[in-house]
DNA sequence: CCTGAACCTACAGTGACTGTAGCAAAGGGG
DNA sequence: CCCCTTTGCTACAGTCACTGTAGGTTCAGG
């Protein structure tokens, strides 16, 4: 039986995000001492940290929702969970070539400016001539 | 002079993002016709086409705030804007890295579960063991 | 018993929008 | 000139995943 801050230590935690985990119904309403204060147990400790985990690997709160759901049921076919996974593959993926793509137009930009003065600064002429767009009136998503 | 929903379509823009840039003093305060509509001319177009162009590369409003005030003087040095565009960069190359680390966990967890059954799971199985974090305690900004 | 750290609730704020409700204005067709 | 649909207006709430603050209470060590 453990307090919140030995808990939120252990996991890499902050407090107030194991409360707001707590609050919408990621982590179950733990036990209280009669003052009212939080006691954590180990299963608590374990499920905070798959959360962690799953949060490093870039999971939203709602696949993890589901991946906890889907552990609950060893039985059932892991089809599901590795769909799940392989969904946050394929944006992960998406994420990466849009990004290597920004960084490509970036590292342009910088070369081509060879400026002193604002007025003639590459970077800001980039910018401002809509032409020059790769892609356009697509989303941000970076 | 044009409507506010003709300068959105021109700019791939939805409506109330060129509201909210005008609230947040990104775009000025346009002229409005008698019924109170909106009206901008070929410079707001500039300035928003210039504003969705950064934003498309990735650049944060306030990062463009900066790029738009540093081009209203042109006589400065741009060394300013380039270390804009350079911080940028830099933030973009180490969120590549980073993605690049969670693609190859996932992958690596997607490629060692054969299981049927939840119970067997691999890709659980990793989110479970801790120890098998890579680093630990850092932030997932992905 | 006392003190100071840790805990409590409730709520506001972040970034960059997006969506909604309930209106008013604009402009084209009849 | 009227109607009607589209477009615009304001004001505010919601998104995601937290983070921070205010103002108070409880706990553990000495």
Do not use: N, W
Not at 113 to 128: H, S, Y
């Amino acid at each position: 039986m453990i307090s919140i801050g030995t808990l939120a230590g252990r996991t890499g935690t902050k407090v107030q995000t194991i409360r707001y985990y707590e609050q919408i119904g990621l982590l179950p309403e733990p036990e209280r001492t009669q003052g009212g204060q939080r006691r954590y147990d180990d299963a608590d400790l374990d499920r905070l940290a798959f959360i962690r985990h799953a949060r490093q690997l870039g999971f939203t709160l709602e696949a993890i929702r589901e991946l906890l759901e889907l552990s609950d049921r060893p039985e059932r076919s892991c089809a599901e969970v590795d769909a799940i996974a392989q969904r946050q593959l394929r944006e992960v993926s998406a994420r990466i070539a849009r990004l290597e793509a920004l960084r490509g137009e970036l590292r342009r930009m910088l070369r081509e400016c060879q400026a002193d003065r604002v007025a003639d600064c590459r970077v800001l002429e980039v910018l401002r001539d809509h032409a020059e767009c790769l892609t356009d009136h697509d989303r941000i998503g970076t």
